[in-house]
């Protein structure tokens, strides 16, 4: 096999599972590498997706009797059934252009169009397939830093986030570090950074705390004065972090705290006329851009005429103030973008909240007004992604008409591309929007039920949150699925439905139960150095911010999302434990589980009689 040529070996192991190529890799480093071929998990990853499930279905629904396909088609158009005006289109099919007479060509013709039209790597990208097979089938493993809601809980802070930044490393773009405030009005630091082999520590450690009040400017004794403040905005995006400077700005009500995160001390204090709802990011390159209730303004920590104790009345603001400020026609700003590196126009800022348009500022003249793109839906979080947004008609599958070429010359065009979450009408509304041509699309059919909190771009996908826990992933185009994990746990197999049923009002009140995400935040991979000939995988995870005040991190594959224990160390506490101790420990946890379960009904039937007024 050393003698083979490496285009001989690799379609040999095309035709192994793919649990046999995984284990291939660990033969030789040779293998390693063709056990990673970027072309090889391609057609693994489009073989198993389902894109190319819906084009098998065509296939075979195309190649069966034309009696059938009038009985399918007939049966396909009843009302009342379950299927969407999509799955309808699929099965009906339309006349797909024969490439000959030959079925198997036409086999392979079509399948090439589909292949390219569900690509989700463009010209412009540096992409691994064989992360993205992982991302897209792997097992979800979530882990949550450790201390970051019930820390401090036995003086009875309350110490759940109320923020969400990361930190880099100087000289590295990959953050190293969590930076978030509590609800007691401190700041807590955690590592995320890769572990090191030569460090025992973990990842998700605690690894700097100021002190309560520091954000509030409260005694640290005063709890309850402390958490209202810093809880009564509700402000997501209410953290912005300077690698740079090693800086963090936060917004608690209406003030804007500078804090040096190096030694914790508060640096300068900045009041505005109107709750602080959005902060921008801050790069030390330029201005951040502060969002109240109802005005955006600039703040430039390098200029000293920025930095002051001094408090602004909305009389100031009325009458004029010497620095400029945009008023919103409509209140409710919630998410702030500048222009991301990858454009040349680095002066644009991009407001979104509860109104209904996307704003768009020019930062060289603010607050001039450049232009707005209309939405219709109140938008909760925005992002940039460097793809650009496709026409629908260029689809090869669903239009028979429209040529690869072209396909091809819309996706070399980059973005950038604005993914917005919203919620239109009661449901959620993913929207991308293309900054360059001021072309939108809208998914409002099959996004979500309830509203989107936050989205992001994760590798070939785009990943969402909303109202009902979930974290979706849907492919480029905005609507095409690819998986779903919700972050509240299911209820145990043993349990019965009424435990989690409609009299269960116990549930929320169970960790996890009832969660959602407020904000997602991908994590770069680890770039590959000279002296590595790949990059580590499984490092694009994903930060979250819970509406429950928790911080965790989610990863893929069957270990911790954090790697708190090693693998040998694990696999070494697996051989130690006898069979009596697993059993043991099977049992105490099981009925633990039903006493639960059995308190939990006993509670419910309370409930409900003191409800009928039977109770007093």
Known sequence: MDRLPEEVVLHIISFLDILDIVNVQSVSHRYLLLGRDNALWKTETFSHSRAEALRRQRHLLNAQDSRLSELRNAFSALPGGDLTPLDVALLRGSPQPRASSDPQAEARTQRHRALVNWEPDYAYEDFDYYEEYIHRHGPISLGWLKDSKHARSET?????????????????????????????????????????????????????????????????????????????????????????????????????QEVDLTTMQLVSTKQYPFPITALSEANGQSPITVGTNNTVHLYDPRDPAFITTETATS?????????????????????????????????????????????NYDRR?????????????????????????????????????????????????????????????????????????GSSYQNRQTASASKLLSAAPHGGRIVFSDGDGNLKWVEKDGFSYVRTFNIQPPPDAAGDASDYGIWSSTASEMPGQGDIVQKILPLKAAASTASDNR?????????????????????????DALGVDDDWHDAVEARAQTVEQRAKEDAERQYGMAMRRALERNADEVRFVRGLGMMR
């Open 535 to 559: 990059a580590d995988i499984n490092q694009s995870n994903l930060l979250l911010w819970t509406g429950d005040g928790a911080l965790g991190m989610l990863g893929f594959g069957y270990s």
């Open 156 to 256: 009875g802070s309350q110490a759940e986030a109320t923020g969400l930044a990361t930190l880099s490393e100087s000289q590295s773009e990959r953050p190293a570090k969590v930076v978030a405030p509590l609800a007691d009005g401190s700041i807590s630091i955690w590592d995320i950074g890769p572990r090191s082999a030569y460090s025992s520590s973990s990842r998700g450690r605690l690894v700097g705390q100021s002190k309560r009040g520091l954000l509030t400017g409260r005694p640290e004794s005063d709890i309850t004065e402390n958490h209202t403040m810093m809880t009564e905005t509700g402000a997501v995006e209410s953290v912005a972090v300077d690698s740079t400077s090693q800086k963090g700005y936060f917004a608690v009500q209406s003030l804007l």
């Open 315 to 359: 009389g100031e603001l009325i009458g004029g103030s010497v620095y400029s400020h945009a008023t919103l026609a409509q209140p409710g700003s919630l998410s702030i973008l500048h222009h991301d590196s990858t454009s040349s126009d680095d002066s644009s800022i991009w407001v979104a909240g509860r109104f209904t348009s996307l704003l």
């Open 365 to 437: 003249f603010f607050p001039r007004l450049r232009g707005t793109l209309h939405s219709g839906a109140r938008i909760a979080s925005m992002a940039f992604s460097p793809f650009n947004v496709v026409a629908r008609e260029l689809d090869l599958v669903r239009n028979p008409d429209a040529s690869i070429s072209s396909l091809l010359e819309a996706r070399s065009h980059p973005g950038p591309t604005i993914l917005a979450a919203a919620e239109y009408k009661g449901k959620g509304s993913l929207e991308l929007h293309n900054v360059s041509s």
